[in-house]
């Protein structure tokens, strides 16, 4: 008997070889799809502490123009003063009011302060570099003489 050279049958489903070929695949693209994500979260988070570093020097250009006496022995300006770790607002003659504390992987390169003055006379000028410990990518937080803020990426140094 000759076998016909023709197939009338197909195959149903799909092999293992077929199966573990589109896991792979499927596994390949989700690691870097992570991966991206990861990278993405981490330039957030630098991002979004140097708009909070940014926000604060806002708020005591606010008080000091706007007079606020959070103490009887005010003195009439606003102090940001920073560390390494941390920064806080303190209204001159009286206790801080506030101070916040980066997360562990985010830093600054220096220690420093800057002054608000009263009836709009600005501010010091300061350049702050934040930096993300794990990834050595930074960002420069410019303060000018009028108190405005801005933000930018810049190579670590």
Not at 133 to 146: F, H, I
């Amino acid at each position: 008997m000759v076998r016909s050279k023709t197939y009338p049958h197909y195959q149903k489903g799909v092999t293992f070889i077929e199966l573990i070929i589109v896991l792979s695949v499927i596994v390949i693209l989700s690691t870097l799809s992570l991966s991206s994500y990861r990278n993405f979260n981490e330039d957030r988070k630098l991002e979004l502490e140097a708009q909070k570093l940014i926000e604060t020097f806002e708020l005591a250009k606010k008080k000091t123009i706007s007079g606020d006496k959070p103490c009887g022995s005010f003195q009439g300006t606003y102090t940001v003063s920073w560390t390494i770790s941390s920064y806080t607002l303190t209204p001159d003659g009286c206790s801080n009011l506030m101070t916040y504390r980066f997360p562990g992987s985010i830093v600054l390169t220096t220690n420093s302060s800057v002054t608000f003055q009263p009836f709009g006379r600005g501010s010091d000028e300061a350049s702050i570099i934040i930096k993300h410990v794990k990834k050595s990518v930074c960002r420069n937080v410019t303060l000018n003489g009028a108190g405005t803020a801005d933000q930018d990426i810049i190579t670590c140094p």
